[in-house]
């Protein structure tokens, strides 16, 4: 059985305690590697690594750092194959997807902040004939950066590489549920010529070796994303530590379609917001209010698409709807549509597990799944899902809709599809969320503030932000007299 192993030092190492987890390919069902069940003591030894790097990387010139990053960036994409399919195993996620959006994102990542820190500056404030201000910004030092399941190598190295360009030396924990492209990016990022140290990658659960790096004296940041109710333990045990953090949390978007919408571009892109990745994208659109003029339109035209969407082994190019990624969240997914039946629900499309034959017979899948019927206020329109199940529901005025989309714990994004550009910056202007798409969904500039509002998140990442994160300012005041 393949083993994955910790990066600390630059050495590829199984935990101290030797013991294991069982790491499950969700579209077979089965166990096909195992994770090191990593805890304290081996964070310990990786913020030793870190500590002793720091100095020889922060002090290092930033085309140096540069220069490393688009290494990792170009080994990226020389081993975009082996990536994918890493990916898609570990995941369940279609490999076509993985191909087209995970590693090329992972790659553009790196490249990105590459590219980032060399166009950085810093602010200068002058008081006339008085003074001059100008800001230092230095690196933080060792920190941390614990990431979800969902986009494994995306969000992990979305993390990684504005620590590593601003110059920090890093703590990595990626899921314990798809660890295995963190492991193949420990060994490009060695095969890059990065130094032993400045990267420490620790596998093992959240509760073990996340609780671990969060509560660690010496790690003096944390950039997490996950579940609001985790990004709730994280800030209280590292908030009286006065830990800086970046938290990116769940979200339960609105996606709202308005009459005057390309009725076309609505319903194909709501399909993509609905069901990419199954569901399992924090950005994902999962409640679907429709103008009541043309509900029943929407509705069909959607469930149109929906039915030919090929769910199937993961592996197989045809295939739009891959497995869930594991059987605990496949059955947490499916608690949530009886319950959605329970509040009265009416299902139009899925609502159940699909049991395919062959190679994928014992794997997680579920049918993609339309609701309507629902009140905004019931559980399955506020509680994040995280899966490929969707909700529709009429609106017939503005002030109405924005009511019902502002009316969860959550703020991270919403999409709004109309040609009235006023009533589009209206809504931009009243929607409480952190992103808003305007006849589009996932398009994403680096460069913008990415985070959420509400219980969605506290912070931004993306460009400049992350770097502002990631380092911290000193003011300082020269006299002129
Ligand atoms: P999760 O919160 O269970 O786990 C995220 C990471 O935190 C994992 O690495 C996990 O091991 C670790 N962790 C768990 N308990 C911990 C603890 N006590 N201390 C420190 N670390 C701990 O989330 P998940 O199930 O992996 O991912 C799904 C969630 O992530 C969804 O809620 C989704 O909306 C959210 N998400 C948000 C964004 C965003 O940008 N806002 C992006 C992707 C996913």
Not at 101 to 123: L, T, W, Y
Not at 209 to 219: D, R, W
Not at 338 to 367: M, P, T
Not at 458 to 480: D, H, K
Request: charged content about 20%; overall charge neutral; glycine content about 8%.
């Amino acid at each position: 059985m393949d083993k994955i192993l910790n990066y600390i030092n630059g050495e590829f190492i199984e935990s101290l305690d030797k013991s294991w987890i069982n790491n499950v390919d969700p579209s077979i069902g089965k166990v096909y590697s195992l994770i090191p069940d990593s805890e304290d003591k081996d964070i310990e030894q990786a913020v030793q690594s870190a500590e002793l790097a720091f100095d020889n990387w922060s002090n290092s010139t930033i085309d140096y750092r540069s220069k490393i990053l688009n290494n990792i960036a170009k080994l990226i994409l020389t081993n975009m194959e082996d990536l994918a399919r890493a990916e898609s195993i570990d995941n369940g996620k279609p490999l076509r997807l993985a191909k087209k959006i995970d590693i090329p994102r992972a790659a553009k990542n790196m490249a990105f902040f590459a590219s980032a820190i060399k166009h950085d500056s810093s602010e200068s404030h002058q008081m006339n004939n008085i003074a001059i201000n100008y800001t230092l910004r230095k690196p933080i030092g060792v920190v941390g950066c614990i990431s979800p399941w969902n986009l494994p190598l995306y969000l992990f190295t979305w993390k990684i590489a504005p620590a590593l360009a601003a110059g920090n030396t890093v703590i990595a924990k990626p899921s314990e549920v798809t660890p295995m492209t963190a492991y193949l990016f420990s060994k490009i990022c060695k095969e890059a010529g990065l130094p032993d140290g400045v990267l420490n990658i620790v596998h093992g659960y959240g509760g073990k070796v996340g609780a671990a790096i969060t509560k660690h004296p010496k790690i003096k940041a944390i950039s997490f994303t996950g579940g609001t109710a985790t990004g709730k333990e994280i800030a209280k045990v590292a908030a009286p530590l006065f830990k800086k953090m970046s938290l990116e949390l769940g979200g339960k978007n609105p996606n709202i379609v308005f009459a005057d919408c390309d009725f076309e571009k609505a319903v194909s892109t709501s399909v993509l917001s609905s069901f990419s990745n199954q569901g399992q994208i924090c950005l994902c659109g999962s409640r679907i209010y429709i103008e009541r003029k043309i509900y029943d339109k929407f509705k069909e035209a959607f469930l149109k698409k929906v039915k030919k969407l090929v769910v199937q082994d993961p592996l197989s190019e045809s295939t739009q709807i891959g497995a869930l990624v594991s059987e605990d969240h496949m059955n947490k997914v499916l608690q949530h549509i009886k319950v959605a039946k329970e509040e009265g629900g009416v299902i139009l499309h899925g609502g159940e597990r699909i049991l395919l034959s062959g190679r994928c017979e014992n794997g997680f899948f579920v049918s993609p799944t339309v609701i309507e019927g629902l009140p905004h206020n019931c559980r399955t329109n506020q509680e994040e899902i995280f899966g490929p199940v969707v909700t529709l529901s009429p609106f017939d005025k503005e002030d109405e809709v924005i009511e019902y989309a502002n009316g969860t714990q959550y703020g991270l994004s919403s999409t709004v599809w109309t040609k009235d550009l006023a009533k589009a910056n209206k809504m931009a202007q009243e929607l409480k969320a952190g992103i808003v798409w305007i006849n589009c969904w996932l398009v994403r500039d680096l460069r913008t503030p990415f985070g959420g509002v509400k219980n969605s998140g506290v912070g931004r990442e993306g460009g400049y932000y992350a770097l502002q994160f990631f380092t911290e300012p000193t003011n300082v005041c020269i006299s002129l007299n």
